[in-house]
Every structure is written in C-alpha cells, then in structure tokens.
C-alpha cells in the first residue's frame, strides 16, 4: 500500500529559524499527545518505529523508517521561501505491507496527523512570540496557513 502523507503551513520567520526549530523535537514535539522521538543507538525510536537521520537535498531534516521491515518510507521537512513568508512542509512517501497495511491506515497516519499538526501550531506559537510586538495572546494563537 502506497503511504504519502503532507502537512504543511506557512510562517512569518526566516527559512533559517524554522530550520532551527526542526532541529530540536524537544522544543517543538506536542509531547501532550505522543512523546519525542528519543535516540536509541543511531536511530530515533519514535514507537512503533525507528528512524534513521541522512541528508536529503532540500531537506532541512530527513529521516529513513528502518522499523518495522513492513514499513519502507522516508519522511523530511524542507522550508521554502514563498510570498508572505516561509512554507514549511513535512512529506511522508514510502510503502505498507503486510499487517502495516491496516496498522499505518487505522493507527499510525490518523496519530501522525494529528502530531504534526500540533507540531506546527507549537512552531506557529514560538515564531509569533520571537515577533517584535508580540502580545502574549498573539503568541497563544495557533499558526494560520
């Protein structure tokens, strides 16, 4: 089964600071609804998966799924510059198979979804707060697209 997957919103920051903040899970992770993903080895173990980091062109990070063997996918972030501020996008592309079929469709993808958006709501929030003029409400809002 074909797992692609794209969440993305655009910011008011710099590509640079939006690459800095995907650089550290732990400040931006929605640890409320799954924790970070923690090292193990030279993985990340993010349940029920393990991550392997690379370099991908374009990519500000990029990581391979090397468990569960039934699932075989890469994931990145990559930032662009558009009109009215800087898109940040995450993209999931890669193959299910076998009993990860109805795991990545019933589980995994509906929490996924849900992680990343709260993921960009987090980013949404830092970035309105690093604002000159920032008000403590404006920076409680959650990120607009």
């Known amino acids: 089964m074909k797992v692609a997957n794209v969440h993305e919103r655009t910011f008011d920051a710099p590509p640079e600071r939006l690459a800095a903040l995907i650089a550290d899970f732990g400040a931006i992770w929605p640890t409320q609804i799954a924790p970070a993903p923690r090292p193990e080895g030279e993985v990340l173990r993010a349940s029920p998966m393990r991550w392997q980091e ?13 468990s569960p063997p039934e699932i075989h996918a890469e994931h990145w972030f990559e930032v662009e510059r558009v009109e009215g501020g800087t898109l940040l996008r995450h993209t999931i592309d890669g193959e299910a198979s076998g009993a990860y079929e109805a795991i ?8 996924h979804d849900l992680v990343l958006e709260a993921l960009l709501d987090n980013v949404g929030r830092i970035v309105a707060a690093e604002r000159p003029g920032a008000s403590g409400w404006e920076a409680g809002l959650p990120a607009t697209s």
């Open 54 to 66: 690379f370099d991908r062109p374009g990519a500000v990070r990029a990581f391979r799924v090397v």
């Open 104 to 111: 990545w469709r019933d589980r995994i993808e509906p929490s």
